[in-house]
């Protein structure tokens, strides 16, 4: 069982920076591949980067070349830097410790953290 935390949401203006920080509880957060999925208001939670245990990295279009995850095994912690924020990036940001599908995809577990708002705007 893994329990996550995430940490450093808040406001900035467009244009701007945030990182946020998922911290997992556990021994088996190396064997993990993370993700950050993010949710915003009247739309379904969808899944915007993960990383692998050997540090390969996806990314949805949305964020690509903006965002860039990253994990600390050491630390049992995940990392989102979030620069060139847009409005369009409002949302609740979560982490999720999941596993990989036969076909690569990545496939969620029930391993949620509370979520991490995050305000884009002037």
């Known amino acids: 069982q893994v329990q996550l935390v995430e940490s450093g949401g808040g406001l900035v203006q467009p244009g701007g920076s945030l990182r946020l920080s998922c911290a997992a509880s556990?021994?088996?957060?190396?064997?993990?591949?993370m993700a950050w999925y993010r949710q915003a208001p009247g739309k379904q939670r969808e899944l915007i980067c993960d990383?692998?245990?050997?540090?390969?990295?996806n990314y949805a279009d949305s964020v690509k070349g903006r965002f860039t995850i990253s994990r600390d095994n050491a630390k049992n912690t995940v990392y989102l830097q979030m620069n060139s924020l847009k409005p369009e990036d409002t949302a609740v940001y979560y982490c999720?410790?999941?596993?990989?599908?036969?076909?690569?995809?990545?496939?969620?577990?029930?391993?949620w953290g509370q979520g991490a708002q995050v305000t884009v705007s002037s």
């Open positions: 990383i692998t245990h050997r540090l390969t990295t």
């Open positions: 556990g021994s088996l957060f190396g064997f993990y591949r």
């Open positions: 999720n410790a999941g596993q990989t599908s036969s076909s690569g995809d990545y496939v969620p577990s029930d391993y």
